[in-house]
């Protein structure tokens, strides 16, 4: 019994001419249901497009929940002005990407040092020293 309802689950279970948009006949679905109560060994061919619709309904709205629980904790008072690209690239990685006990971050690593990303590399750009003269000037026609 749980065998047939994990089926579900199986691409290779998708009917083939599974159409974009359900409409259904409702008269048609009704009939064939009485039918079905009528004569319960067999299930009557008008009703596999309604049960092919069933199989598409979420049995809850959990994991909806967990993604707008996660994008308010991407999405704080102090990270504020992310765009939605980048919330969802975010929120992808947290929900589909390895825990990170499981990632390894050596090989990212050495490709950010080769890159000369290092805190003693004297490539990178430095700061120039700012010359505050209108705050020099200041003081010194005070002595």
Same mark, same amino acid.
């Given at each position: 019994?749980?065998?047939?309802?994990?089926?579900?689950?199986? #691409?290779?279970?998708?009917?083939?001419?599974?159409?974009?948009?359900?409409?259904?006949? +409702?008269?048609?679905?009704? $009939?064939?249901?009485?039918?079905?109560?009528?004569?319960?060994?067999?299930?009557?061919?008008?009703?596999?497009?309604?049960? $092919?619709?069933?199989?598409?309904?979420? #049995?809850?709205?959990?994991?909806?929940?967990?993604?707008? %629980?996660?994008?308010?904790?991407?999405?704080?008072?102090?990270? $504020?002005?992310?765009?939605?690209?980048?919330?969802?690239?975010?929120?992808?990685?947290?929900?589909?990407?390895? %825990?990170?006990?499981?990632?390894?971050?050596?090989?990212?690593? %050495?490709?950010?040092?080769?890159?000369?990303?290092?805190?003693?590399?004297?490539?990178?750009?430095?700061?120039?020293?700012?010359?505050?003269? +209108?705050?020099? $000037?200041?003081?010194?026609?005070?002595?």
């Amino acid at each position: 019994m749980l065998l047939n309802q994990i089926k579900v689950l199986d #691409c290779d279970q998708y009917p083939a001419d599974l159409p974009v948009g359900f409409q259904l006949n +409702a008269a048609k679905i009704k $009939n064939a249901y009485w039918d079905y109560l009528d004569n319960s060994h067999c299930i009557p061919k008008e009703l596999n497009e309604l049960m $092919n619709c069933t199989k598409l309904i979420a #049995c809850s709205s959990a994991e909806c929940e967990r993604g707008f %629980s996660l994008m308010n904790i991407i999405v704080s008072p102090t990270r $504020n002005r992310l765009l939605i690209p980048r919330v969802s690239s975010l929120m992808f990685i947290k929900l589909h990407g390895p %825990s990170l006990k499981d990632w390894n971050p050596e090989p990212y690593i %050495s490709t950010w040092l080769r890159s000369h990303h290092s805190e003693d590399n004297t490539r990178t750009r430095v700061a120039k020293e700012r010359h505050h003269y +209108a705050e020099q $000037n200041v003081y010194a026609g005070l002595c």
